[in-house]
């Protein structure tokens, strides 16, 4: 009776382990890309691009909510669209919250970050939309009204029919999972930029691999997203610039995907423009889209 017993708790942790992996919401599978400039516009390049690689989704910041000293959280940097999306393609708003916006939580925050991304899709003509995502470095201290924010942006965003879904950082990946339909792991911004000397600051195996045994217990379906920018920073008056070298991001993709099936599913790069697209060959972009 003992034995049968352990083996029901066996089966039933792996139907829940295999029910978490796979548990994408509807319509999240393929290829997509984060788009974050402050006009949408897209050239033949990249709407080259978004055709060869099936680029089903893109991630739009719509703006950012910086902490004003005198207001509080606010707006700023919001886009400005000059082109529609390409036919096929479906827009995901994105807000960027900046994390001290959570130290001075004022509660109408979510329901004016929702009515001002339902008042711009409606003033661009941007339909079909089934998501908002928000997108916060929480830390420790902020997780708690982070989560409280998450609840409230999510029972706002239930109003027009959206999900909501979060960006999750690796450091984040030892706390409890955020309130939301799913995460998008960032794999990129892994190091500290001081290092850069020993370590590629955008993305460095070295400083993913201490995160990975969070990954498999992680109770929230997750989508990976992939760096192909390039950051430029002075140093000493000497222009330095940084980039993930196509190795560095398929080895990462690699050990991040045999820890999590649902890691294959849902794949994102960071961010769509043409100078990213010109810096990787067309055989990179297959392999890191490669489900």
């Given amino acids: 009776m003992k034995e049968l017993r352990c083996i029901v708790i066996i089966l039933c942790c792996l139907l829940a382990a295999c029910g978490r992996q796979e548990g994408l919401p509807e319509g999240r599978r393929g290829n997509a890309a984060y788009y974050w400039r402050t006009v949408f516009s897209l050239d033949s390049t990249e709407l080259s691009f978004v055709r060869q690689y099936a680029i ?40 960027f919250v900046m994390e001290d916006c959570m130290h001075r939580y004022p509660d109408s925050l979510a329901a004016r970050i929702v009515r001002r991304v339902a008042q711009m899709n409606e003033t661009n003509d941007v339909t079909g939309v089934r998501e908002l995502q928000i997108d916060c470095d929480y830390t420790l201290r902020s997780r708690d009204t982070y989560y409280r924010f998450l609840r409230e942006v999510g029972a706002e965003a239930r109003r027009h029919g959206w999900r909501l879904s979060t960006t999750i950082r690796l450091h984040q990946l030892s706390m409890p999972a955020p309130p939301v339909d799913y995460g998008v792991l960032m794999l990129y ?10 370590r590629n600051p955008i993305l460095d195996l070295r400083d993913v691999m201490p995160y990975l045994h969070h990954l498999s217990d992680y109770p929230l379906p997750l989508a990976a997203a992939y760096p192909v920018f390039e950051w430029q ?43 990213n697209i010109d810096r990787y060959q067309p055989e990179h972009y297959e392999a890191i889209y490669h489900h």
């Fill in 56 to 95: 089903g989704t893109l991630y739009c910041r719509y703006f950012d909510v910086v902490n004003t000293p005198s207001a509080g959280p606010m707006p700023n940097a919001t886009i400005s669209f000059q082109h529609p999306l390409p036919d096929g393609v479906e827009l995901v708003p994105t807000v």
């Fill in 189 to 198: 911004n892994t190091g500290a930029p001081e290092r850069f000397a020993e």
């Fill in 233 to 275: 920073r002075m140093v000493h008056g000497v222009n330095i610039a940084h980039e993930a070298l196509p190795a560095d991001i398929l080895h990462t993709k690699q050990a991040v995907e045999q820890k999590r099936d649902d890691l294959r599913q849902l794949i994102l790069t960071y961010h769509l423009s043409t100078e």
